[in-house]
């Protein structure tokens, strides 16, 4: 059984929405847009230059939604994020001034530069889907997509974030450079400016509000559910994992999955849907025994890779 025609027809225009700015990265694409349909938020880790802003812009402007970019650094205070409220002198009273987190896209760049304190804020609204101040409770979205950056390869000045907040995002990828063709449609399109500027919405942010929903709907046989349930059990028995995957982790891996059935037109999950999904969705998750912060992530989805290949696949 398939999904209803009109939600294939909205996720491949979004798709190709999207893919017309974006060049040569239909796996970051297709992981985006299943992270979003999931409900979850991003963390991307590359270096600068390759493209991590331009997916969160393409994304917000393909459902027409508000976009705020907010740039980490050491001085950036929760306030900045969340707002503050401001004493109004003619009302003589206290306004609510919202922050950039009040933004349904909104792209935390370099999240691991800002102090532990600003960080903590970010990813209790992320968990939340609300912030909190002067005893009142503000809601954020829907949808509410936080789309994070990190760049693997510098440490100086940086508080890396820890597992507790790693967990909060539902998937981990990096961008990679492009292949030569599409790096060479990039100069082209740059001629009149950034395209970015000129895409269209295909959608509107109510539509993935229903779509979130639908993901929500497909089916997971006990199967495979199980299968989830065996992958992360292996990962707390490896003896290069000193932690491994929390139950929040296989509710993630399990949503991942039902979000990539709804995006290929399905109301099932299949194996495949959790077997391609398990790296980027279990491999930040996991701490390895030894190593940085960049060879962590090496140890732990060569353990997720190694795991899959072990556990039996359900028929």
């Not at 970051?28 to 270096?47: M, P």
């Not at 503050?84 to 003589?92: A, K, L, M, V, Y």
């Not at 959790?274 to 992530?297: E, S, W, Y």
Request: proline fraction near 6%.
């Amino acid at each position: 059984m398939g999904i209803e025609s009109s939600s294939a027809v909205n996720l491949k225009s979004l798709h190709d929405n999207v893919a017309s700015v974006v060049l040569g990265k239909p796996e970051v694409i297709r992981l985006a847009l299943i992270t979003l349909l999931a409900d979850g938020h991003l963390l991307l880790e590359d270096v600068p230059g390759v493209g991590k802003t331009l997916l969160a812009k393409a994304l917000a402007r393909s459902i027409d939604g508000t976009f705020r970019r907010v740039q980490f650094t050491p001085d950036l205070l929760p306030a900045d994020l969340l707002g503050t409220s401001i004493f109004h002198q003619p009302t003589g009273e206290f306004r609510f001034m919202p922050g950039p987190l009040f933004s349904q896209v909104v792209l935390a760049d370099e999240v691991n530069r800002a102090t532990p304190r600003t960080q903590s804020a970010l990813l209790e609204a992320m968990g939340e889907r609300q912030v909190s101040l002067d005893g009142v409770t503000h809601r954020l979205g829907p949808p509410f997509f936080v789309v994070a950056t990190q760049n693997p390869y510098e440490f100086e000045g940086t508080y890396p974030l820890p597992e507790s907040q790693l967990d909060r995002f539902l998937l981990r990828t990096d961008m990679g450079y492009p292949d030569r063709p599409a790096e060479r449609d990039l100069l082209r399109q740059h001629r009149e400016g950034e395209p970015v500027d000129h895409l269209k919405p295909v959608l509107h942010a109510s539509d993935i509000s229903k779509l979130q929903d639908q993901s929500r709907e497909v089916k997971v046989t006990d199967a495979i559910a199980d299968y989830v349930l065996d992958i992360v059990e292996a990962t707390r028995s490896r003896s290069e994992i000193v932690l491994g995957a929390s139950t929040r982790a296989a509710i993630g891996l399990y949503r991942a999955a039902q979000a990539a059935a709804l995006l290929e037109g399905r109301d099932y999950v299949v194996p495949d849907d959790v077997k391609t999904l398990a790296v980027p969705v279990l491999a930040h998750r996991l701490i390895a025994r030894a190593g940085g912060i960049g060879a962590n992530t090496e140890v732990t989805s060569d353990a997720v890779r190694e795991i899959l290949a072990k556990v039996t696949i359900p028929s």
